[in-house]
């Protein structure tokens, strides 16, 4: 019977109860889904996802301009590889319906239950399942029940990290009387021609905004606190005789696709070894385009190259950025904000400038895992508390403490050279063998639990860390999204230094 249930689908007279629970159905929670009915012919799976589409990061971003660092020959699936990409970075609305197209085809739909957040997981000691608590929002769903609880042999974590938007501590933040927005949550009923736009951070949100706003608002000014290192993207668009090629001979596209793969591997050394010949090539070519394609306000050269290494923060790739910056209507300013006004920003050294638009393009809440879901392991003891220290995962995949889980796109499982699908596959067989293991045992009315021994973990994140005080990323000289505050503050705390993702 234990067999038969995991082989269908969950439905009215289960609702309640499901094999495997996955959180969040973007790029992550689709490629655990379609392992699981692939490896452990388990259909008895509920994915939870608090939007209302799927594609997780690509679905919540849609600013101007938004696109992929990666090559798009590498930003999809091993087993659903794209063929008919546009160009060679591709664009948001591409990459969303891409993942549409993956969910429709592998059937995943029927699993998803949309408009549903997760705000607590909690083990139970004796059943040897995990209880999952949502809440439900939208015009119908809360008709039905505005919350319930799931229980679950096997919980995993697909929520990714660019998912909940970090805004910036300015005082008089919420005084601002005209329109404030995040860049994840972009709105585009917003008329922006001939509009004064001020844009707080720099990063690569920033360098993908500002080319596309500029061709229509009056004025644009970019706050930076930091400079970046910006490299060229070469983005071209994708010829059909190429994407004929690529659909219709597959040794072309497999071609293709490993020479993209060994090349971006190739670049590693740049951003992780802040020495290495490759690195002080990227400083080379960041400061020569920046003074090519800024020729027209040289004040703004020494104020945009880094004093830190590349690979510390996130490398930018752009053909347009600095393009952008050296038009009239586009201005940067690097002298810190004291506070915001009712009617714009006001710097350090009290000049104030009006707007009526201002983007806080400043990323997400990357380093808090899983937030804002309350988890409970074993012994009902809270995530927070396993990670007082700083978030780890033996190979950034299952937590101490946290019985029959795993997450993907955990601590220091993030890429700064190559894409995040490679990781998310892998983790995803990893767990998807775990996850077979259970089914099996469920089959014969057992119980089968996993856990990662808590000195296996300790040694795992020693070793990783020991590695990554050696890395551009531990560099002092810059804070990053892929560290913790504490980080920047004090190398001396090992244990803290949880690359996001």
Known sequence: MAGFQAGRPVGNHDYTSATVVIIGAGISGLC??????????????????????VGGTWTDNRYPGCACDIWSTLYSFSFEQKTDWTREHPGQEEIRDYLIHVAEKHGLYKFIRFNTTVQEARWDDKQLKWKVSVATSGAKEPQFHDSYDITTDFLVSAVGQLNVPSWPSIPGLDDFTGKLMHSARWDWTYDFTG????IIGNGATCAQIVPELAKSVSQVTVYQRTPNWVIPRYDTS???LQRFLLS???PIRWCKRALMMQAREFSHDAIAKSNSALAGYIRK???????????DKPELWDKLIPDYSPGCKRLIPSDDYFPALNKKNVHLETRPIQRVTESGIETVDGALQEYDLI???????????????QVYGRNGRPVSDVWKDGAAAYYGVTVEDLPNFGMLYGPNTNLGHNSIILMAEAQSRYLSTLIGEVVRAKARSDSLVFQPRSDVVAAFNERLQEEL??????????????K??????????RKSIALSG
């Open 359 to 373: 983007v806080a393009a400043t990323g997400f809440r990357s380093v808090e895992f899983m937030h804002p879901i």
């Open 285 to 295: 070519i960041s400061i020569a385009t920046m003074k090519s394609q800024l020729c």
């Open 484 to 493: 913790l505050e504490n980080v920047c503050a004090s190398l001396s705390l």
């Open 238 to 240: 994708v010829s059909s």
């Open 32 to 53: 655990m889904a379609i392992d699981v009915i692939k490896r452990s012919q388990c259909r008895n799976i509920v994915i939870l996802e608090k939007g209302n589409q």
């Open 248 to 250: 219709y001979v597959p």
């Open 195 to 198: 509009k004064r736009v001020a």
């Open 469 to 482: 005080e050696r890395s551009t990323f531990a560099d002092p000289q810059c804070h990053s999204w892929y």
